[in-house]
């Protein structure tokens, strides 16, 4: 079973959530917050595997509760939801450390298999937020040296593997790509996240822009 937490500070929207996450066996809703300092405690009382999260609500808001609960509960993954497409939103969030990003216009089937993918240790990156983080690196200044140093200890495969990650390809397509079995990439992403000490495809594809790996258009 896949433990979620779902957090809104709308309770017509948890209820409907909960409703659509029911229909589905394998997912137990343990519980609900309607802010983010109730979500920090619940998910410190629950342990949930996935939380639900809203970006606006009141006390403490969806990017700040991700912060803190990367820090304390870093087992838990973050699936942010909301109505807004704002790029200081996503980025926010991405960056604070969620996994993924959805719109709460998805339809019901696309959340539960949100709820999948995040709980099987994937990032969800649909194509408008990857533009959206795409978007936002364009706009930085000169890459990190610091980063760029990093990526030295990836092998010349890694390094390729990790462009396309950022690029936005599935693991399937990366391996039609570069002529290798899905299992292959696999392994190179595994290896990218640990020696890169990262936490999941968003932050490898946000490090890949900030050292300059990849540009907006190249």
Do not use: C, W
Request: hydrophobic content about 45%; aromatic content about 2%.
């Amino acid at each position: 079973m896949i433990r979620v937490l779902v957090v809104d500070d709308d309770d017509l929207m948890r209820a409907g959530l909960r409703a659509v996450l029911s229909s589905d066996e394998s997912i137990d809703v343990v519980g609900e917050a309607d802010d983010g300092r109730a979500a920090v405690d619940a998910v410190r009382r629950l342990s949930p595997a996935v939380v639900l999260m809203d970006v606006r609500m009141p006390r403490l808001d969806g990017i700040a509760a991700t912060r803190e609960l990367i820090t304390a509960a870093p087992a838990t993954r973050i699936l942010m939801l909301t109505t807004f497409e704002d790029d200081d939103y996503v980025f926010g969030a991405l960056s604070a450390g969620a996994s993924g990003f959805l719109l709460k216009r998805a339809r019901p089937e696309q959340l539960i298999e949100a709820i999948h993918t995040i709980a099987g240790g994937e990032a969800l990156l649909s194509p408008s937020v990857t533009r959206t983080v795409i978007d936002r690196m364009a706009r930085m200044p000169q890459p990190d040296p610091a980063g760029s140093r990093r990526l030295r200890d990836l092998t010349p495969r890694e390094r390729d593997v990790l462009e396309l990650v950022a690029r936005g390809l599935s693991n399937a397509e990366i391996a039609q790509s570069l002529v290798v079995e899905e299992s292959t990439v696999k392994t190179h992403v595994k290896r990218i996240l640990a020696k890169l000490d990262l936490r999941d495809r968003v932050q490898a594809v946000i490090l890949a822009y900030e050292t300059g790996l990849i540009r907006p258009g190249g």
